[in-house]
């Protein structure tokens, strides 16, 4: 299933863009476009940030984020995005919140009991749609990962999560993340213009 995720949404990054896209939008090769089951997308990065492929697929991302000029290995910031598709028959019975509590659990697994987690205030996307945050930290040693997002739509959940360096400011790297976030765009599936 993951490969024909990535293979699908490669596929459809070779498509270029029509007429029947938005005008507010600019559109360059750093621009994801995903054409879901309901729903079509377009992510972009944060200014000053680039779209990898590859080296984020090896990781388990469909693509990520990071600041151009830097390699994703080692790269000071990143957003990480996952495009998880839900079969249709498991719709039904599918829950956010399950996906979320596993998700959490599995860092408190990772980092230990001393991980705080805490859902914030719900994001907001260019197009009105809330993303569910968590916030993740720890006060008595360093966590790369800072936070998470989830958009739900319904035959696709969307997963952001935000990491950094030693290095980079936490406060810096959630308004780059923000910045993101905000600029996600949810249409009606064809609104892309790519058949």
């Keep these: 299933m993951r490969y024909y995720l990535i293979l699908s949404f490669f596929l459809f990054l070779s498509v270029s863009h029509s007429q029947n896209t938005p005008k507010d939008v600019t559109l360059d090769d750093n621009t994801a476009f995903y054409e879901g089951a309901n729903n079509s997308y377009i992510i972009a990065p944060p200014k000053g940030f680039v779209m990898i492929t590859d080296s984020a697929a090896s990781d388990g991302y469909s693509f990520a984020f990071i600041p151009k000029g830097e390699k994703y ?22 829950k956010l919140e399950d996906l979320i509590k596993d998700d959490t ?35 008595t040693t360093f966590i790369p990962n800072v936070m998470m997002s989830y958009l739900d739509g319904h035959e696709e959940i969307l997963i952001f999560e935000l990491s950094i360096n030693e290095n980079y400011p936490r406060f810096e790297a959630e308004k780059v993340y923000m910045e993101c976030l905000n600029n996600v765009k949810m249409l009606e599936q064809g609104s892309l213009g790519v058949g």
């Design 73 to 94: 290995a080692t790269a000071s910031v990143r957003i990480g995005i996952n495009i998880f598709k839900i079969k249709k028959e498991a719709r039904e019975k599918f």
């Design 105 to 139: 659990l599995a860092y408190r697994i990772h980092f230990g009991e001393t991980i705080k987690i805490d859902e914030v205030a719900p994001t907001v996307s260019l197009t009105g749609d809330s993303m569910r945050t968590i916030y993740y930290n720890d006060t």
